[in-house]
């Protein structure tokens, strides 16, 4: 039941999603070198644009809902 997470529960989920974080940042990384760019856009100056803030929640957030979907639905 999705109401009652275990405290064990959350941390694993957490070290995992933590580990996934990377693997997007790292893709987004590879792309960005594939392409020859140093950062994504200009609306964040010094923080390498809106998409290089956020890159690491395009693996983390499919991740989530699937781990949700697979164990606690």
């Known amino acids: 039941d ?3 997470f275990r405290v064990w529960q959350v941390a ?3 070290a995992a999603l933590s580990i996934i974080s990377q693997f997007g940042d790292l893709a987004f990384s590879a792309i960005k070198r594939s392409v020859g760019i ?3 856009g200009t609306i964040l100056p010094g923080h390498g ?9 395009a693996f983390v957030i499919p991740s989530l809902y ?3 979907v697979l164990f606690f639905v």
């Open 49 to 57: 644009g809106v998409l290089d803030r956020f890159d690491s929640m």
């Open 12 to 14: 694993l989920i957490g």
């Open 38 to 40: 140093k950062d994504f």
């Open 66 to 68: 699937c781990i949700i």
């Open 2 to 4: 999705i109401d009652t």
